[in-house]
């Protein structure tokens, strides 16, 4: 079946420091792909998507770019603020119309 | 209102009350979605319903019971819960269920306490 396996946290980094969050994924045909962000006492909001090999996406300086060849969709941010401390969750979407989660890494994020 | 809304925000229930969860979406989206949130467990799907219609039920409990009575509203009604069903509760809902590309948009969750 399909799969997500997210980096494990928790992360913890200084201000302006550089981020990376590993994602790999498995699954049957071609999905999408998702980063998902949690603040605390809130529900997922969506942070970046991609829906096709090669595809990067990227919002409030993160980015992720779809790799096929090596079924990741790494989430980066060249500067990290207080404010993006939360919890990030990789996704995939399949036409089947399920969503498959992966575990999710905790960011803290030290002024 | 806009975006998707969850009432209540928070619930303290014993093992033998009923109660029910609501969901409420303004985005003219046709699915919505139950997953369970149990700290330091991963995201739990429970129900889908896409067009009004139940089209994923995870192997969840019989003392929880999904109703979706229009493509807007989504309830989760509860009875006989047991404390490790103790969990943040969100609902979601997306334009298509059956669409790979599209997002889930979620509600601020209700946190569910069972004594």
């Known amino acids: 079946g399909d799969s997500v396996t997210q980096m494990e946290g928790p992360v913890t980094l200084s201000e302006e420091a550089c981020l990376t969050i590993n994602c790999t994924y498995t699954a049957t045909g071609y999905p999408s792909l998702f980063w998902y962000v949690q603040y605390p006492g809130e529900g997922l909001q969506l942070l970046l998507k991609a829906t096709k090999a090669d595809d990067k996406g990227s919002n409030k300086g993160f980015e992720a770019t779809y790799r096929k060849e090596t079924t990741s969709f790494h989430l980066e941010k060249g500067s990290v603020q207080v404010s993006d401390s939360a919890v990030y969750f990789c996704a995939l979407g399949t036409n089947a119309g399920k969503s498959t989660f992966g575990d999710g890494t905790t960011l803290t994020v030290k002024p | 209102e806009t975006g998707v809304t969850q009432t209540p925000r928070h619930l303290v229930m014993g093992m033998t009350n009923k109660k029910s969860l609501k969901c409420e979406q303004h985005?003219?989206?046709?699915?919505m979605y139950w997953y369970k949130q149990s700290a330091k467990k991963p995201l739990e799907l429970m129900f889908v319903?896409?067009?009004?219609?139940?089209?994923e039920n995870n192997s969840v409990p019989s003392r929880f019971s999904p109703e979706c009575p229009n493509s807007s509203h989504l309830f989760l009604h509860l009875h006989t819960l047991q404390p490790e069903d103790s969990a943040l509760y969100l609902c979601?809902?997306?334009?298509?269920?059956?669409?790979?590309?599209?997002?889930?948009?979620f509600g601020p969750g209700t946190r569910l306490t069972v004594l």
């Open positions: 319903y896409n067009f009004k219609e139940q089209t």
């Open positions: 979601a809902s997306s334009q298509d269920g059956t669409r790979r590309a599209d997002e889930q948009f």
């Open positions: 985005l003219g989206h046709n699915a």
